[in-house]
């Protein structure tokens, strides 16, 4: 995992992160086959939003997450499920041991080919890999607008949001597929302002700037809100495989 000063902020923000993120919509139950018997590895899973779903669909679920606050906050709300501690790039199980390995809006943090080789390590013949991001469409003027407040343009360690994956040459990986589904989040001011502060573009910011953020952010949600909502749209994406028999 990337240590460049933004992978690793997400723990001082880890009960908002939990609190304000979004959840996979019902609607991402569709992108699975049944859970149910299957032993699935999560990858930098955070505070746990994804796993919640996937223990909810029958999954039994281990998850890897590098910083202790986050798996914190996760161990908490899902006290049955195996946490450990580790990175992408060296996961602490055995070979050909899950069924299936889900990343959500994480591997853009990771380094490749390694981590790509890791997931290819654990998973038994036939599994499954999705890659998966679940934020804000990017086809909407007026939300891209307000996503790039979160960010600073002259910031060298932004990294490109990771909705697909790009798998290696070397067989590891095969019949890859691209998934997309559209969703709406309603949100107020607040929550908007809240669910912000938890991106890294936000976390590396000056206090100063932050607050300078908030504001504009407040401003212009008011401007186009209706009864104090928003209705955001939203885009869950990303790339599902199979592993190929060894």
Do not use: C
């Amino acid at each position: 995992m990337a240590y460049d000063g933004r992978g690793l902020k997400f723990g001082s923000v880890a009960e908002q992160y939990d609190r304000f993120r979004p959840s996979p919509p019902p609607e991402a139950a569709s992108i699975f086959a049944d859970l149910h018997g299957v032993e699935l590895l999560e990858v930098a899973a955070g505070t746990g939003l994804w796993t919640r779903f996937l223990l909810q669909l029958g999954a039994s679920v281990t998850i890897v997450e590098p910083d202790d606050e986050m798996r914190a906050v996760l161990e908490r709300r899902s006290p049955g499920v195996r946490a450990l501690s580790g990175t992408a790039e060296m996961l602490p199980v055995a070979d050909s041991s899950f069924d299936a390995v889900v990343v959500s809006s994480a591997w853009h943090w990771f380094e490749q080919p390694r981590a790509t080789r890791e997931m290819a390590r654990v998973l038994g013949d036939n599994g499954k890999l999705y890659v998966l991001w679940n934020g804000f469409s990017r086809d909407v003027a007026w939300l891209e607008r307000l996503t790039e407040l979160r960010e600073n343009p002259n910031d060298v360690n932004a990294r490109a949001r990771g909705w697909k994956a790009t798998f290696l040459d070397d067989g590891e990986f095969v019949d890859a597929r691209e998934i997309e589904l559209h969703w709406v989040w309603p949100r107020t001011a607040d929550q908007l302002i809240s669910v912000f502060g938890t991106y890294s573009g936000a976390l590396v910011k000056s206090d100063e700037d932050r607050l300078a953020m908030q504001e504009e952010l407040r401003r212009r949600v008011e401007g186009i809100a209706v009864g104090s909502v928003v209705d955001v749209p939203m885009t869950l994406r990303g790339t599902v495989a199979t592993r190929s028999v060894r």
